[in-house]
């Protein structure tokens, strides 16, 4: 599994493009066509406290944007949590390719 750490302001839009590769070297893109996508952020007890919407910017090149509005930021309290992305292929084969650790941090400044 890839490791990749996000940092989230809450209360405003979030997006974080990802080009997924096969191999290490990031020659080889993976073709997202025919896979499901899926991500989500846990607390430390495995309960979700937020899902990315995923934009499929390329996937014939393994290009995605995990996206996430200012009003669902907002819904998630500062702290630490972990997140990952799940692949399904046609077949039911289930993967899970990359996630990391989130930050996520309270803003200062508010809508008046």
């Given at each position: ?17 990802i ?83 989130v ?10």
């Amino acid at each position: 599994m890839t490791l990749l750490d996000l940092y989230i302001e809450n209360d405003t839009d979030f997006a974080q493009r990802i080009v997924m590769y096969s191999d290490c070297q990031k020659q080889v893109p993976i073709d997202l066509s025919d896979y499901a996508l899926r991500a989500q952020i846990k607390n430390s007890a495995g309960t979700a406290v937020g899902e990315f919407v995923i934009i499929e910017t390329n996937a014939a090149i393994g290009e995605i944007s995990l996206t996430l509005s200012a009003a669902e930021t907002l819904a998630i309290a500062a702290g630490s949590y972990s997140w990952d992305l799940r692949m399904e292929d046609g077949d039911g084969q289930v993967l899970r390719w990359i996630g990391g650790n989130v930050t996520v941090a309270t803003t200062v400044t508010r809508e008046a």
